[in-house]
């Protein structure tokens, strides 16, 4: 696969949705923001407090005002996940990627393709930066 | 074994319930009850990625729960039913003619709801629900992890959460 980075200018790409838990959707793009430098690629929320349907009214709102069309969300069947499924439900060009690491968000900030190619390929670094350093018995 | 942990959620299944409650006391299954999830399968299909492997969940509306009660008491794994709001724990529980230990695990937000706790806010009219499904047996408490202390229905009644 193209990797689609190299003479890419990621900073005038599109805006994605972080979404999760707590602070671990401002946490996580503050990581990214003193990694790469494009944090304001991304725009943090959180469920905390918030009824289902006002999770899915915060992210739709936030797609809206934004123009983003990818949603990444903390945790897989979790309320972020089921909101950010809801507010998609049925509208063209959106993807929703569940279980978003620091990785995965750096790999998308940096993609030069289409925000749905570049979350493909974000997802494929996020599972290959996956790793056990030091498990018993390795040398 | 009889279902031992009932639990009205607003996010239904979600990280908190299958990881929070789910893996330390090792449930089994869930039972979801909800008029609107039993009838989509849409629906169901977004619960059901919040399961991991090794937990069941089943999808009842209330009439459906009220008569698989028996085949759920048979299952020898620990269980969890799971309503989205009082009222719909309500008509199950007088269905069923069942009393149950209920636990308000989460009701979020919402204009009209006032703070009780952290994690429950409450119309005056839910406030009676829950009044009333105590009055009808259940045990009522507010707990959103196994790790936090039960709080009493009284004592959550009488509190209100300074914003």
């Known amino acids: ?139 | 074994m009889p279902i031992e942990f009932y639990r009205i959620d607003d996010r239904l299944i979600h990280g908190q319930v299958v990881v929070g409650w789910g893996q330390p006391l090792g449930l089994g299954f869930i039972v979801l009850v909800d008029d609107e999830v039993a009838a989509s399968d849409w629906e169901q299909d977004l619960y059901r990625m919040g399961v991991p492997p090794g937990m069941q969940v089943f999808f009842e509306s209330v009439a459906e729960a009220g008569m698989a009660a028996r085949r759920h008491d048979a299952d020898p794994r620990r269980g969890m039913l799971l309503t989205r709001d009082i009222a719909t724990m309500a008509r199950l529980l007088e269905s069923s003619g069942r009393t149950a230990r209920v636990t308000v695990g989460g009701l979020h937000h919402r204009p009209g709801r006032t703070a009780r706790l952290r994690y429950v806010f409450l119309t005056p009219e839910e406030e009676q629900e829950l009044r009333d499904l105590a009055s009808s047996g259940a045990t009522v408490t507010a707990q959103d992890l196994p790790s936090t202390r039960p709080v009493p229905l009284a004592d959550f009644l009488n509190r209100e959460k300074s914003a």
Do not use: K, Q, Y
């Open chain 1, 1 to 139: 696969m193209n990797n689609g980075i190299t003479g890419a200018d990621p900073s005038s790409g599109s805006t994605a949705i972080v979404i999760g838990h707590g602070d671990f959707a401002a946490g996580i793009v503050s990581a990214v923001d003193v990694i790469c430098g494009f944090g304001s690629r991304f725009v943090p929320l959180t469920n905390r407090n918030l009824a289902p349907e006002a999770i899915e009214a915060l992210v739709r709102s936030n797609c809206e005002r934004t123009g983003a069309r990818v949603i990444f969300t903390d945790l897989p069947g979790g309320s972020a996940t089921v909101a950010a499924r809801r507010a998609t439900r049925g509208a063209d060009g959106f993807t929703v990627v569940s279980g978003v690491s620091v990785a995965v968000l750096l790999a998308w900030a940096m993609h030069a393709g289409t925000p749905s190619e570049a979350a493909a390929f974000a997802v494929e670094r996020g599972r290959a930066g996956l790793a056990v350093i030091g498990a018993p018995g390795a040398d």
